[in-house]
């Protein structure tokens, strides 16, 4: 299941194949030009006619992983992201460029100490020492939440609107043919954009049904 939102918008669709065959068919992305939030899979940095930014939700269940490990440095990352999180979502939602500058030295920092301390154990930690130098490589993906006011912090919103897909799994199991699983995505597609235009969503999936179409159907009062 292949999920595309905004805070407006919600469209699932299934595909047999995880990478960018899927993403070329469903023709969302390749045409796409705001700012692209996800989780880094290797996939979505291919379509280089939009900025990027990266999920930091995704980034603190990870470190989370490595301070269970033993690698409790990796603290003052989480400690970093929570505490520009807060600074951005103060009051006007802005940073000064001095301050931007602040937070974006303090992240070279926490890195450059981690990359030194990582490469001098005698037992190179190899998926540690990967997860930041890729933080170092896709810094501006990363801190673009700190510059741009309208970039999250994370894609947990694309995590709520699939989270139907799983409720369905967890009770249901798979389909049974692709045309229901079509249909499904269909459905969970125009369910969350109603809800997200705070539409009555009963009344209008009737309209729908009786062949109305959804810009129609959004663009009422």
């Known amino acids: 299941m292949h999920v595309a939102c ?28 705001g700012t692209m939030m996800h989780d880094a899979f290797g996939t979505y940095p291919k379509y280089t006619q939009a900025p990027h930014a990266l999920c930091h939700a995704h980034h603190l269940r990870e470190l989370k992983g490595f301070i269970e490990q033993g690698h409790t440095r ?88 699939l989270r139907m897909v799983k409720v369905k799994e967890n009770i249901s199991g798979t389909f049974r043919e692709e045309t229901f699983a079509q249909s499904f995505c269909i459905t969970r597609s125009i369910v969350p954009t109603l809800d997200k235009h705070e539409k009555n969503v009963w009344n209008l999936l ?3 049904l009786t062949s109305e179409t959804l810009d129609r159907v959004l663009s009422t009062t």
């Not at 929570?82 to 937070?103: D, I, T």
């Open 206 to 208: 009737c309209l729908l």
């Open 74 to 161: 990796a603290a003052r990352m989480p400690t970093f992201l929570l505490a520009a999180k807060q600074a951005v979502e103060a009051p006007h939602g802005v940073l000064s460029e001095e301050e931007a500058r602040r937070w974006e030295c303090a992240y070279d920092r926490i890195l450059a100490r981690a990359q030194r301390r990582l490469e001098t154990m005698t037992s190179l930690p190899k998926k540690a020492l990967a997860f930041v130098r890729r933080l170092q490589k896709r810094k501006e993906e990363a801190l673009r939440f700190v510059r741009e006011v309208h970039v999250p912090f994370d894609n947990n919103q694309a995590e709520r609107d």
């Open 6 to 33: 905004t805070s407006r918008h919600t469209y699932l669709a299934p595909h047999a194949s995880r990478g960018k065959k899927a993403t070329d068919d469903i023709g969302i992305l390749p045409r796409y030009q």
